[in-house]
């Protein structure tokens, strides 16, 4: 079953240039004062964990209100600056092919299902305004575009699915 969205098609797409990368080079900073490429597919690593849970909350209340993540402190206390490249791209394909199998799995009811109270806000990674009512598709295209935007950081030369939606 071909499922609505992108998101395995990306894996796919990208693993190859993963596993390219070396861990000397997946360590460097990708400018001064930013994160190094082991610690920006870190962050999509907590950002799939915190949206997986999301993703199953979401159907089985009537809200989409979340607790948010401190973002800098995950990437810190998940030291993924100590760790081995191969080790965190595994870990990164294997979350994201269970996010794939679990949103290709949601029923259109739930997915479509308005939620007026949400703690969404932007950036959204399309024509979404904060206050909108919105859905679980929504909450999952954001994350797609969420991580094809932090994939571009890695690697300039992607081109991404979602963004260009």
């Known amino acids: 079953?071909?499922?609505?969205?992108?998101?395995?098609?990306?894996?796919?797409?990208?693993?190859?240039k993963l596993e390219a990368v070396s861990t000397a080079?997946?360590?460097?900073?990708i400018a001064v004062g930013k994160w190094s490429k082991i610690q920006i597919?870190?962050?999509?690593?907590?950002?799939?964990?915190?949206?997986?849970?999301?993703?199953?909350?979401?159907?089985?209340?009537?809200?989409?209100?979340?607790?948010?993540?401190?973002?800098?402190?995950?990437?810190k206390a998940q030291a993924y600056e100590k760790q081995d490249w191969d080790d965190v791209v595994a870990l990164f394909l294997a979350l994201n092919n269970q996010i794939s199998v679990l949103i290709q799995n949601i029923s259109e009811d739930k997915l479509t299902k308005t939620r007026t109270d949400h703690s969404m806000s932007p950036p959204f990674y399309f024509d979404k305004a904060a206050d909108s009512p919105v859905t679980l598709e929504v909450l999952i295209w954001d994350y797609i575009g969420?991580?094809?935007?932090?994939?571009?950081?890695?690697?300039?030369?992607?081109?991404?699915?979602?963004?260009?939606?």
């Open 1 to 16: 079953m071909e499922s609505k969205f992108p998101l395995r098609s990306i894996l796919d797409g990208i693993q190859p």
């Open 25 to 29: 080079q997946a360590h460097e900073p």
């Open 41 to 75: 597919l870190g962050h999509l690593i907590d950002s799939g964990i915190n949206n997986l849970n999301r993703f199953i909350r979401a159907q089985l209340t009537e809200d989409m209100i979340f607790e948010p993540y401190a973002q800098e402190f995950w990437v």
């Open 146 to 165: 969420h991580l094809e935007h932090h994939i571009r950081q890695v690697f300039p030369d992607y081109h991404p699915v979602v963004l260009n939606h």
